[in-house]
Structure formats: structure tokens, C-alpha cells
């Protein structure tokens, strides 16, 4: 059994910012940013079965500062989406984030999908495994915990 692991860990707990408590003055800069928690609020431990591969996304990103020597790096991210037992109405999917890029949250659950994040130099080696292990109809699972202290781990499971 193989099993591959990213955490997280937040020791005040996980704190976003609410999009619509930030304000924009005249100059165009924000004022505020308030926090929200997005912390479970008891341990929670998820395990999904992985029943197949979805679409692969391969997203070019960069954030123009206005100076020559970092405006033009362009940083590759990938995401790879999982097929889970169709008693499972949420989505799932592997999120590649370019490497030395740094992840507020190994796994993160927004607008119904969770992701769980991994550095980008892991992609070839996962889906090979996921790929070998689902042609092979071996067991895959997604064990996802989260804990109120801010801790949250994703774990594949082959």
C-alpha cells in the first residue's frame, strides 16, 4: 500500500477574506479586508473512493507587478479532476501548484469542489500511480481530515 500526504497547518485556525467587506476608496486601493474562519468545527475525516480520472486542466497563470523582472514569469498549474462512488455529490480534485509557489491550505472546499493541493514536480508520479492502479481496478481512495485547530491533511491512498 502507497500512500502520498500533503498538510496544512493554520495554529489560529484557517481565516479567509470576505470578498464583500473589502472597500475601494477613490485612488482604487483597498481600505479593509475582513477575516472570516472557514475552521471545522469538531474533526472531521473523509474518505472517498477514487473510481476514475476526469478532465486534466493545464492553466498558464502570472501577475503583472509593473516591473520588468518579475511581470513576465508565467507559472504553470495544473488540475486534475478525480471521479469518486456515485454516492458522493461533491467534487474532488488534485491541484498542481507550481513549484516553490506557496499553498495557504493543503485541502480547501470552495463553491461544492474540494481540492487538495500538491507541489507541482509530484504530477507525473501520482498519475502514473492513479492511472496504473485504476486500469489494474485497485483500490484508490481520497482520505481528506480536517481539525478545528486548523489542521488539514489529504492523503491518496493506493
Known sequence: MLALSVSGFSQNGSFEPDPSAVSTNKSGSKNQIALSTRSVKEDKIDVIDVTGLGGTTFSALNLPDGTSARGDRYSLKITMSLLTGANKTAGYQLVFNPDGEKSTYAVEAKD???????????????????????????????????????????????
Open 112 to 158: 461544492g469542489i474540494t481540492s487538495v493541493n500538491f507541489p507541482q514536480f509530484t504530477f507525473e508520479v501520482i498519475r502514473q500511480k492513479l492511472e496504473q492502479s485504476l486500469a489494474a481496478k485497485k483500490k484508490v481512495q481520497l482520505k481528506i481530515t480536517q481539525n478545528p485547530s486548523g489542521f488539514r491533511e489529504g492523503v491518496l491512498v493506493f
